[in-house]
Each structure stands twice: as C-alpha cells, then as structure tokens.
C-alpha cells in the first residue's frame, strides 16, 4: 500500500487562508483548496475535516497573527503609551488606504458572511475583536496614569469607540472612499481623544 504524501500543515493552512481571505467562505469550493494546495481531498479530509475546519484553522491561524501584530504595536516599551496608541492608529489607517484591491481584513469580511449563520465564526471573531478592545484600552490606562489622557476618560468606551471607528476605516475602504479621507480622518480621530 502507498504510504500517504507528507505535508507542511502550516503551509497548507496560509495557502488556505489566501484563498479564503481573497474569495470568501462561499466563494471558495474543495476543489479551489485541492488545486491551491496541491493536496488530494482525502488528504485534506483527513487533516482538516472538511472545508469549514480548514477554514477555522485558516481564520485563527489570520488572527493569530493579527493579534500579535496589534499587540507588538500597543506594547512598544520604546514608546511612551499615549504614543503607542497613535501609531496603533495611523498603521492601521495606513494600512487600510493602502489596500488598493480592496482585500480588506479575513476577520472582518469572515464575520460580515458568516458571523450571523456560523457560531464558530462568531465566536473566533467576538474573540478576537475583545482581544482588540482589551489591548487598546490597556494602552488607554497606561497613558492616563502617564497624564496623557484625561483620567476622567472611561477607557473600555474609549478603547470600543477607537476599535469601532478603525473597522469603519475597513467598511469606507470597501465602498471606495479615498485613502487620503481615510488617513484625514484618522488624524481627527487623534485629535478628539481627550489628553490629560
């Protein structure tokens, strides 16, 4: 008997992820994974489940690094904090405008498909998104302690306003708007947020 191909589970996965972030959940068939995989349906079967695990490890595997990204910018011990949340900010805003296909984020787009009909998809993105919050508004205490932000500031609605006008850069994007609104807008974000 044959034995089994060998394979790179991580490879396959990113190579899955691509695939699921460019076309969707909807948009992407067994056959588009087994084509840019290069592995048989058995073997993906067999490693994966079925399409919707491999999607699951594709989406984690996006958040994973996402949220390790989020937290390098947020936790810079070179930077003092109200620094560090300014250019959390403008990286994320420059990466939005930067975004000329329009790709946009594999956890904003998973949830806007599948958030509502898929409770694995709700909960990875509910997750990840109070990672998020939690990061912001950490960095949104040490700046207040620091003198930066006005204590008076309540830093979770802070954190959730900052969190919510950041996926709204990713909605704007996706309807056309102009990358250079994109980053004006994000300096009066900045502006806005009451200092000490």
Known sequence: MPRPREFDHHDVVATARDHFWTHGYAGTSVGNLVEATGLGKGSLYGAFGDKHGLFLRALEDYIGTMIESIQDQLR??????YDRLVRHLRTQARSVAADRDRRGCMLAKSAAELGATDE??????????AIWEAEIA???RQAQRDGAIDSGA???ALATALLSFLRGLEALNK???RPAD????TEQIIVLIPRG
Do not use: F, K, Q, V
């Open 154 to 156: 309540d830093p979770h």
């Open 182 to 185: 994109l980053i004006a807008a």
């Open 138 to 140: 950490a960095c949104i």
């Open 120 to 129: 694995a998809t709700e909960r990875a993105a509910e997750r990840a998104y």
């Open 175 to 177: 309807g056309g708007a």
């Open 76 to 81: 810079d011990p070179a930077r003092s904090a």
